[in-house]
Structures are given as structure tokens and as C-alpha cells.
């Protein structure tokens, strides 16, 4: 994080417009498979909600009941913040927008979760949004410099990534241009997002996300 920016706001401006795209979704809808291997769009959301309504210590009690099985507290956590319907998981994300809990996560993070978790939604819904380019451009920095949440620099190691709409521009090597949230999105293994990109580095993250 950039010395004395403080990220809620954009975390909770995200949560927010996620938040608004959603209402007036049918049982169907929410039901609908996400960009999240094995998760619908209502188990992602719910994912969302789980994550900021735990803080580290109620994150670490979790780990300890699943005797540190990290995907197992995951799947329970997320469990928890389902409710009846779709409109019920809808109503505790709504809750949680302006949440300032969090795992024990850098800020940054939170934000790459909230920015790449609602197009793992919005995407297989048909909803598009455009996201501020300021708020990508940090994710984008982010995920292209660490693997500490999800392998994000080891994927787009030698190449160059170049947006199109933004600043953001990074690295050495076959170029792949394309938007911010489609670069974002194929440096966090999402294989939907390469048919936006171009360049000869495409086929090579391709390589890397079939590998």
C-alpha cells in the first residue's frame, strides 16, 4: 500500500456496486456457475460476505477447528453466510459493504478479492461494469508484483503486460495488452478473460493457466 492511502473506501465503493448489479436476481440466476471453479455466483458472494465479517482471530479459531485445513474452514465459512435464498445472501453482503473487518490480510488484498471475485460473478451473469480504473490499476500492481494470496507474479513472470484503458504497465518479455480488469483476471488464473487480450504473450499465459 502506498504510504498513508487508506484502501476501505475503494473496498467498500466495490462491495457497493456488486451489491447494487445483484438486486432483482431469480433462484436461477444466483444458481448460475461462476468463474470460481465449483462455486456459483451465490457461493462466491457468500464467500465475499464471509470475508468480511471474520477478523484474525476468529480466522485463526476456524483454522484450528479444521485442523488447519485451509479449503475445509473456507467451505465453512462461506456455509455460514449462504442463508435461505439468494435474496437472503444478497441481504448479508449488504450488510457487511462497509465492513473494515478482515482476515489477517494485507488491505490491498481485500480489494483484489472484492474486484476479482465480482467479475467471477458478473461475468457468467452477462453484467457488465466498469470498474475505475484508478481502483484496477492498484489491483493490477498488486496481483503483478506478489503470490501471497493466489500465484499471480509467478504466472506473468518475462512478460510484458500493457493496458489498454489505464497507466498500468509491467514487466519484460512477449507482450499481452488488453483492459486492466482482463489483465487482472488472467494473471489470477481466470482462462475467460484471454479471449480479451492480445499479443504474443497470450498464448503463453494460456500455457500457464491450462499447466
Given amino acids: 500500500m502506498r ?3 487508506d484502501l476501505w473506501p475503494l473496498v467498500h465503493a466495490e462491495r457497493a456496486a456488486l451489491a447494487d448489479d445483484l438486486a432483482g436476481l431469480s433462484e ?5 456457475p461462476s468463474l470460481c471453479a465449483g462455486l456459483t455466483v451465490r457461493e462466491v458472494l457468500a464467500h465475499l460476505t464471509s470475508g468480511a465479517s471474520l477478523n484474525g482471530l476468529r480466522w485463526f ?3 484450528v477447528r479444521c485442523r488447519f485445513d485451509f479449503d475445509a ?30 482476515p489477517p490480510l494485507p488491505r490491498i488484498a481485500m480489494l483484489g478479492e472484492a474486484v476479482v471475485h465480482g ?18 490499476t492498484r489491483v493490477a500492481e498488486y496481483y503483478r508484483g506478489s503470490d501471497q494470496v493466489v500465484v499471480a507474479r509467478s504466472r506473468v513472470a ?19 495488452a488488453g483492459s486492466t480488469l ?6 489470477t488464473g481466470r482462462s475467460a478473460h484471454l479471449g480479451d487480450l492480445s499479443g504474443d ?11
Fill in 61 to 63: 479459531a476456524g483454522v
Fill in 3 to 5: 504510504r498513508g492511502e
Fill in 28 to 32: 436461477e440466476d444466483w444458481a448460475t
Fill in 119 to 136: 467479475e467471477d460473478i458478473r461475468r457468467p451473469l452477462g453484467i457488465a461494469a466498469d470498474r475505475p480504473v484508478g481502483t484496477l
Fill in 158 to 176: 518475462d512478460l510484458r503486460l500493457e493496458a489498454a484503458d489505464g497507466p498500468f504497465a509491467a514487466g519484460e518479455g512477449p507482450r499481452v
Fill in 182 to 187: 482482463a489483465l487482472i483476471m488472467a494473471m
Fill in 73 to 102: 474452514q473456507v467451505a465453512m465459512r462461506l456455509a455460514e453466510q449462504m442463508g435461505a435464498s439468494g435474496a437472503d445472501t444478497l441481504a448479508r453482503f449488504r450488510a457487511v459493504v462497509s465492513s473494515t473487518t478482515s
Fill in 201 to 211: 504473450g497470450v498464448e503463453v499465459l494460456r500455457g500457464r493457466l491450462d499447466g
